[in-house]
């Protein structure tokens, strides 16, 4: 999974201007604007072979993490991790309905669209079950982020060891993921995240 900021030829001219207007909150928050380009590469992935409206997918997916721009400071170790509060969570699931509605409409995006877009960042991480495909598309490409490169470096932060994350994302790919799709790209970049790992001297 690629992590270049710079990558846009993959996007049309209306899912740019997205990007441009969710990328201060994405930004204001931790890593997300990193996080949404992996999990738009991983989307982009998956609608090779799934038949999901690219015009719901990508657009939910830029703006599904917005909402972090406005959980305060002090609460935001409490939205990530193994143990990670639902109540914080849904802070941002939340808020960032309402700013998602507000980009969408300056753009004057569809409303129709705009409705579907909404009810899926609303409850992104929190729901259990999947709405669509569409929403099945997104909760998958959002959750094959953490078997990014960029996630892995992070396994400090959880005071977990690699062996440890390791092994509980072999165990997540079966309890996760909607889509076969999904699992096969998991399990592809587990390996890839593996054989780093003891290049680098760690074990797994």
């Given at each position: 999974m690629r992590e270049d900021d710079e990558r846009t030829n993959s996007f049309?001219?209306?899912?740019q201007r997205l990007l441009r207007s969710a990328k201060p909150y994405l930004a204001a928050a931790r890593d997300n604007y990193v996080h949404t380009r992996i999990a738009l590469e991983c989307a982009f992935r998956l609608l090779e072979t799934e038949k999901g409206d690219r015009d719901i997918v990508i657009p939910a997916l830029i703006l599904h993490d917005v909402g972090y721009s406005m959980v305060p400071t002090e609460l935001m170790h409490r939205a990530y991790g193994p143990k990670a509060e639902e109540d914080v969570i849904r802070i941002h699931e939340g808020e960032g309905v309402k700013i998602a509605a507000a980009i969408l409409h300056d753009v004057c995006?569809?409303?129709?669209?705009?409705?579907?877009?909404?009810?899926?960042?609303?409850?992104?991480?929190?729901?259990?079950?999947?709405?669509?495909?569409?929403?099945?598309?997104?909760?998958d490409a959002d959750k094959l982020t953490r078997y990014s490169r960029n996630f892995w470096l992070r396994a400090g932060e959880f005071h977990m060891t690699f062996q440890e994350l390791s092994a509980r994302l072999e165990e997540f790919i079966g309890?996760?993921?909607?889509?076969?799709a999904s699992r096969k790209i998991a399990r592809e970049e587990l390996r890839l995240r593996r054989a780093e790992a003891v290049k680098e001297?760690?074990?797994v």
């Open positions: 049309t001219e209306a899912e995006y569809e409303a129709v669209k705009t409705a579907e877009i909404l009810q899926i960042i609303d409850g992104h991480d929190t729901r259990k079950n999947a709405l669509s495909l569409n929403d099945q598309i997104v909760k309890e996760w993921f909607f889509l076969e001297g760690h074990n």
